[in-house]
């Protein structure tokens, strides 16, 4: 089975419509996403409804939840509260009921997908250095083989057996055996790994075969929409740069 995984739309319609162009190419059987498919960009609804259509699975990410009620945001910065409150105020009902079921975990066989830290997703923590990877060493035997992650809009991968953790570097690469996983799936709407292209990943649950994709999509196109929508300018400014 080939897993379609992608993450942190954040409301960027553009990115989300040139990522679903890229996996009809690539021989998909079921689509996940992990979370934060709103904030921060123009097009909460739309990209809402494309996700809802084309997933098999979602969890939910800390942008989702903050939007739906689920959390407290009171101590985001200033603009990240406006851009929530924003975008609360143009979800349809039914999205911000589907934005309120989503669930914090979901488990295939071995995998685990989640938006932050799998083992304690409530909490949103972020794994993108071997310092955070690490502290997952001592319960090890409660994480499942595979666990794949977003939140840090990063594309970091770490192997760990006990006591150890090395960090994957490579764009495409095979699970060995004895080792478990946690692989952060970048962001499709607002990439920060100075790579402005939209980010999306395949899984082959076959081959064990993991491989990060890139898509250039109209990022002007979107970033105007920021702007006309009155939200931080440099919410739009960042999609050029991919910080």
């Not at 009620?69 to 039914?94: I, N």
């Not at 669930?103 to 909490?123: A, K, Q, R, V, W």
């Not at 292209?197 to 990060?212: G, K, L, M, N």
Request: aromatic share 12%; with cysteine; proline share 3%.
């Amino acid at each position: 089975m080939r897993l379609g995984i992608f993450s942190d739309v954040h409301s960027n319609l553009e990115a989300l419509r040139a990522v679903v162009e890229e996996y009809k190419n690539l021989s998909i059987d079921k689509y996940i996403c992990l979370g934060d498919v709103v904030g921060y960009g123009a097009n909460p609804n739309e990209c809402c409804d494309i996700v809802k259509e084309i997933t098999t699975v979602v969890v939910l990410g800390n942008h989702d939840a903050a939007v739906s009620g689920r959390m407290e945001y009171s101590y985001y910065y200033d603009a990240a509260r406006e851009a929530l409150d924003w975008c609360a105020g143009q979800l349809s009902a039914e999205n911000m009921n589907w934005l309120k079921s989503l669930p914090y975990t979901h488990t295939i066989d071995d995998m685990c997908f989640s938006h932050g830290n799998p083992l304690c997703p409530e909490d949103f923590e972020y794994i993108f250095t071997i310092e955070q990877a690490s502290e997952l060493l001592p319960r090890l035997d409660t994480l499942a083989s595979v666990n794949f992650i977003g939140h840090s809009h990063l594309t970091k991968s770490f192997a760990l057996s006990p006591g150890e953790v090395n960090e994957v570097v490579a764009r495409r690469f095979g699970l060995r055996k004895h080792r478990q996983y946690i692989i952060t799936d970048g962001s499709t709407g607002q990439p920060r790994d100075y790579d402005s292209r939209a980010c999306c990943t395949v899984f082959d649950t076959e081959t064990r075969v993991f491989e990060y994709h890139r898509v250039d999509y109209d990022i002007e196109a979107a970033a105007k929409k920021i702007f006309a929508a009155d939200l931080a300018v440099n919410f739009g400014k960042r999609l050029f740069l991919g910080v």
